[in-house]
């Protein structure tokens, strides 16, 4: 049993920065691929962002390429998404999910536990 809880969100300006936490608890913090999801009202969850265990790759979603980056550190079982140039249309709650598979941590399908979101709103 793998327990996600996020932080960090919050009300920021468009152009401005947050940077998301999600801490884990329970065992094995590196054998898990993680990765970010957000939904906003009325739409389906989507990826946003995923990084495999060792953290030496990283994947991410096409619109938010080069404004954010997600990151861990497995010493303190933690995973980062740090948000840059956020713009109106990232408002969501964002959540962060652990994977055991290797493959496809792009897909929400594969991901089998989930924090319970923290919401971020960007004004315009």
């Known amino acids: 049993q793998v327990q996600l809880v996020e932080s960090g969100g919050g009300l920021v300006q468009a152009g401005g920065s947050l940077r998301l936490s999600c801490a884990a608890s329970g065992r094995a913090f590196s054998s898990y691929a993680m990765g970010w999801f957000r939904q906003a009202p009325g739409k389906e969850r989507e990826f946003v962002a995923a990084i495999t265990r060792s953290g030496v790759n990283a994947y991410y979603a096409e619109f938010v390429q080069g404004r954010f980056t997600i990151s861990r550190d497995n010493a303190k079982n933690t995973v980062y998404l740090q948000m840059n140039s956020l713009k109106p249309e990232d408002t969501a709650v964002y959540y962060c999910?652990?994977?055991?598979?290797?493959?496809?941590?792009?897909?929400?399908?594969?991901?089998?536990?989930w924090g319970q979101g923290t919401q971020v709103t960007v004004s315009s």
């Open positions: 999910a652990s994977t055991w598979t290797t493959s496809s941590i792009t897909k929400a399908p594969e991901y089998a536990y």
